[in-house]
C-alpha cells in the first residue's frame, strides 16, 4: 500500500461510499459510445486502480452489461439519487475503476489518456496534451 492518501468518493446523496488505497494504473477519459450513453455526456472519465484496498459502504445497486471488447462489467449506482460511483468486473475482481466524477477531491484526477476517440464528437473536448487512441490501447 503507498503512504499516499487514499482516494475517496460517493454519490450525490452519500448512501454510497467508496476509499481505494493504493495508485491507479490509470487516470483516462473514454469516448467509447456505451460510456457516452452511461454518463449521458461525450464521454466518461475514470480512474483504473488494481491490486488496490477498497472499502465499499452503503448497498449500490449494479447493472451488468458486456462492453465493445466483450468484457461484461458492472456499474455501480446509487438506487437513491443514481450517481455511478465505480465498475467492477467478474471476471477481473483486482480491478476497481472510479467515476472521476464522484471523488471527493476531484482534482486529484489527472488523465493521460483518451480512449475510443474514433467515436468522440466534435462538441466533446478532452484535455489538451492526453494522449489520444482511435480505440483501446495496446
Not at 69 to 85: D, R, W, Y
Request: charged fraction near 15%; aromatic fraction near 8%.
Amino acid at each position: 500500500m503507498s503512504g499516499q492518501k487514499p482516494f475517496t468518493g460517493g454519490c450525490a446523496c452519500g448512501a454510497v461510499r467508496y476509499a481505494v488505497a493504493g495508485e491507479p494504473l490509470m487516470m483516462n477519459d473514454c469516448q467509447c459510445r456505451h460510456c457516452q450513453h452511461r454518463s449521458g455526456t461525450g464521454h466518461g472519465s475514470y480512474l483504473t486502480f488494481k491490486d488496490a484496498t477498497v472499502t465499499v459502504s452503503g448497498q449500490a445497486a449494479i447493472w451488468h452489461v458486456t462492453g465493445d471488447l466483450g468484457t461484461v462489467k458492472g456499474h455501480n449506482f446509487c438506487p437513491t439519487c443514481g450517481t455511478p460511483t465505480h465498475l467492477t468486473f467478474p471476471a477481473m475482481p483486482e480491478i476497481f475503476i472510479v467515476h472521476a466524477g464522484s471523488l471527493d477531491e476531484p482534482e486529484r484526477y489527472q488523465p493521460t489518456v483518451a480512449m475510443f476517440a474514433a467515436s468522440g464528437h466534435a462538441w466533446d473536448t478532452v484535455a489538451p496534451g492526453v494522449t489520444r487512441f482511435e480505440g483501446m490501447p495496446g
